[in-house]
């Protein structure tokens, strides 16, 4: 099958509606992901152990994440209070009197811009530009669904049901077949939420499923940032005001090892690059004595002093879902960047030590990149081709697309070369579901 041609069957009823007529497109769910939407928290009585920070927000959500004050200095210690996760009994628990959630579910809003001044820009940005440049329009065939990023696929809040509502009700709106877009982390979500539904489900909503850049296998990245840290300017593009390289160093890297979803990033424990894997020998880590492999995460968070840390990555790394991977089961569409240098070690020149508030966390002396796993700059190519090797024959046998498409250069950030491919295969939906093959009010 050809790359623009996807061939579906997707329902529409033989009348048209109005809907579908305004609409033109193929309804679009957009998927965010780590880091990629706006978060918004409410303080009820919180219970903090620092007495400077606030406790109340007076029945008001505000923006967490982010807004000005995420990166102020002097605010530091409160917004990691109210973010961290820890592992209990291996259950996950938050500081009590703090609730987070996702702002603005079912908009495009909270994926455009992170906080309500519009000073800082997400991913999505770009792609719902793009999309409503070629017809999709808000709130009509384009929708967003946003999730608290803290967590990955083992969730506890009523994120997969939320959005299978969003599904059904798209569907009813428009009497046309859903499409689910979604980047980095999303995918993994994605997939997990398809795994839920039934077959027959699957067949009446799902058009078909676009990942972009998916972090199927995970990264060498990811512990990076669990060691060094982020800047601004490599998180962002610009320094932070008021926030030395040091201390945005420390404060990020605190976030992000108190975070589930960051573990499910590290890199999935294996035989090897052939199996979409790291194996025993590949060193991810190095320093003067010591050599971290994908099986030595729990003992580079002790060397770390990442106490919380290491109870997490446990935990998210024994999760069922880091090895079993089944296909979607429905058309799928993989998007992914070739050729650019993707860190595959990073070496330290002094041994590791717990890092104390504030101060710079480790720097490493070299970087290391291995030319045949070239992928964007994060995800190395026998990551986003896990699914390559994994699901060919089960889609088969459900007479399902699957479709992968690299793009020389293109890394894992700035996507948008892959744009027109998937306005393509939408509007080949669109002009498939026409065709008409099963009534949308059809009960399952």
């Keep these: 099958m050809g790359w623009g041609a996807a061939v579906l069957a997707v329902g529409l009823t033989g009348v048209a509606h109005a809907a579908a007529n305004v609409a033109e497109k193929t309804p679009l769910i957009l998927i965010p992901g780590f880091t990629g939407c706006s978060l918004e928290v409410e303080l009820k009585n919180k219970r903090s152990s620092l007495p400077t920070c606030p406790t109340t927000t007076n029945g008001t959500w505000d923006i967490i994440w982010m807004d000005d004050q995420t990166l102020n200095p002097n605010?530091?210690?409160?917004?990691?209070?109210?973010?961290?996760?820890?592992?209990?009994?291996?259950?996950?628990?938050?500081?009590?009197?703090?609730?987070?959630?996702?702002?603005?579910?079912?908009?495009?809003?909270?994926?455009?811009?992170?906080?309500?001044?519009?000073?800082?820009?997400?991913?999505?940005?770009?792609?719902?530009?793009?999309?409503?440049?070629?017809?999709?329009?808000?709130?009509?065939?384009?929708?967003?669904?946003?999730?608290?990023?803290?967590?990955?696929?083992?969730?506890?809040?009523?994120?997969?049901?939320?959005?299978?509502?969003?599904?059904?009700?798209?569907?009813?709106?428009?009497?046309?077949?859903?499409?689910?877009?979604?980047?980095?982390?999303?995918?993994?979500?994605?997939?997990?939420?398809?795994?839920?539904?039934?077959?027959a489900w699957k067949e009446k909503y799902i058009a078909a499923f676009l990942a972009v850049t998916p972090v199927w296998a995970g990264n060498v990245v990811s512990v990076w940032y669990a060691v060094s840290g982020i800047s601004c300017k490599q998180a962002w593009g610009s320094n932070c005001a008021g926030a030395p390289e040091g201390t945005t160093r420390w404060f990020l890297r605190e976030v992000m090892t108190n975070l589930p979803s960051s573990y499910w990033t590290f890199p999935l424990r294996g035989d090897g690059k052939n199996t979409s894997s790291w194996n025993r020998d590949e060193v991810l880590i190095q320093t003067p004595s010591k050599k971290y492999t994908a099986y030595d995460m729990m003992e580079l968070m002790d060397d770390l002093g990442l106490d919380r840390g290491k109870e997490m990555c446990k935990k998210v790394q024994d999760l069922p879902e880091k090895t079993s991977f089944p296909a979607p089961g429905v058309d799928t569409y993989v998007f992914y960047g070739t050729g650019t240098p993707t860190p595959s070690k990073f070496t330290y020149s002094k041994e590791f030590e717990p890092v104390l508030p504030g101060q710079t966390p480790p720097t490493a002396t070299k970087t290391e990149h291995e030319a045949d796993d070239a992928g964007d700059g994060v995800c190395p190519l026998r990551t986003v081709l896990r699914s390559q090797l994994a699901w060919p024959e089960e889609q088969a046998k459900l007479n399902k697309a699957l479709e992968h498409k690299g793009y020389k250069g293109m890394h894992h950030t700035d996507t948008t070369r892959m744009l027109p491919d998937a306005i393509k295969i939408l509007d080949t939906l669109l002009a498939t579901s026409r065709a008409g093959h099963t009534a949308p009010n059809e009960q399952l």
């Design 75 to 199: 605010n530091a210690l409160c917004f990691i209070e109210d973010m961290e996760v820890e592992v209990h009994n291996n259950q996950y628990v938050t500081t009590p009197g703090v609730s987070i959630r996702a702002r603005g579910f079912g908009s495009v809003e909270g994926l455009i811009y992170l906080d309500l001044k519009k000073k800082f820009p997400s991913f999505y940005g770009k792609v719902v530009k793009f999309f409503e440049d070629h017809g999709y329009t808000r709130d009509v065939n384009l929708f967003g669904a946003p999730y608290d990023w803290r967590y990955s696929v083992d969730r506890k809040d009523t994120y997969f049901k939320d959005l299978q509502k969003l599904v059904e009700d798209t569907y009813r709106k428009t009497n046309l077949k859903v499409a689910l877009f979604s980047h980095s982390l999303g995918p993994s979500i994605t997939l997990k939420f398809l795994s839920m539904q039934t077959t």
